[in-house]
């Protein structure tokens, strides 16, 4: 958790801390990832179940609690999932790399640049649809930001070459993303529905 302020205030020095830290995956998971991830969940939770999603037309939508905690739980595994996925696409594409980092490594650096994402679900608060979506697209953009300041430094590679292997990760982080929020949405909507 003590790299959570140094990636907003120093992004360039704290991504060579975390580089030079020999962090465990499941240290970085039960310490940084579990509770990062647990706060776009629990602010969601709390936002559709007392407060209700509003799409600006004047109607609000409000999950039971039953609803909301099962849809929070299911959130909650495609989140953690979402950081696996990225952490092997991240180890996969850095396959022909001289200096190619481990799984594990690659898993932590995954974790702590989804940093922003979760985040931005501290607004799922309140769940207006268009000031998520804004507060979402701008951690996405930081998101962004930090891939491409910490893949050279991460990959021991020239800024040139970040920039290209970083664009393809962002790219493919954003397909993962869109993935993830469809199945969310899916979920949200089928749950409503259900209970």
Request: proline share 4%; with cysteine.
């Amino acid at each position: 958790m003590n790299h959570v302020w140094g990636l907003f205030s120093h992004p360039d020095r704290e991504i060579h801390v975390i580089k030079d830290e020999n962090e465990t995956v499941s240290h970085h998971y039960t310490h940084h990832v579990l509770v990062m991830a647990a706060v776009p969940v629990v602010c969601a939770f709390l936002g559709t179940t007392q407060i209700g999603w509003s799409f600006g037309d004047g109607v609000v939508i409000k999950l039971s609690m039953l609803t909301g905690f099962v849809l929070a739980i299911m959130f909650y595994a495609l989140m953690l999932a979402g950081v696996a996925v990225m952490g092997r696409i991240i180890w996969w594409m850095a396959r022909n790399y001289p200096l190619r980092p481990s799984l594990k490594r690659c898993m932590v650096f995954a974790g702590y640049i989804a940093t922003p994402m979760f985040m931005s679900g501290i607004i799922a608060l309140y769940p207006l649809v268009w000031l998520c979506a804004l507060v979402g697209t701008i951690a996405l953009c930081y998101t962004g930001y930090l891939l491409y300041l910490g893949i050279p430094t991460f990959l021991s590679i020239s800024r040139e070459e970040g920039l290209s292997f970083a664009s393809s990760t962002l790219a493919i982080g954003v397909l993962v993303l869109e993935v993830l929020l469809a199945m969310t949405v899916i979920l949200w909507g089928y749950g409503y529905r259900l209970f």
